[in-house]
Nanobody, 124 residues
């Protein structure tokens, strides 16, 4: 059974940084596109960053470009999301996702596996 486990969330003041991690098990990690979604209270879940298993054309949500950086380490079956210059509007639960389709733009409907989520709270 595939499992994604996130870590690294927490409370931080605006302007600070966090690095989220997600380690996968039970799947052939190098053959999965990986993504980070977030969901704020009362809002839909949105993709903030994605990397195809081919490594080509990574995706970053326009509104977070320059602050969010996603990377993957296939040897560790782990993806990371580095978030700099955090803003209160980044407050959300962040979810790791895995999709067998070779596209960096993951969708909620197509995503095969989800992590349990990690809370990020940014205070002003």
């Amino acid at each position: 059974q595939a499992q994604l486990v996130e870590s690294g969330g927490g409370w931080v003041q605006a302007g600070g940084s966090l690095r989220l991690s997600c380690t996968a098990s039970g799947l052939t990690f190098s053959r999965y596109s990986m993504g980070w979604f977030r969901q704020a209270p009362g809002k839909e879940r949105e993709l903030v960053a994605g990397i195809s298993w081919t490594g080509r054309s990574p995706y970053v949500l326009d509104s977070v470009k320059g602050r969010f950086t996603m990377s993957r380490d296939n040897a560790k079956s782990t993806v990371y999301l580095q978030i700099n210059n955090l803003k209160p509007e980044d407050t959300a639960v962040y979810y790791c996702a895995a999709d067998s389709f070779p596209n960096a733009i993951l969708t909620v409907a197509r995503t095969g596996y989800w992590g349990q989520g990690t809370q990020v709270i940014v205070s002003s």
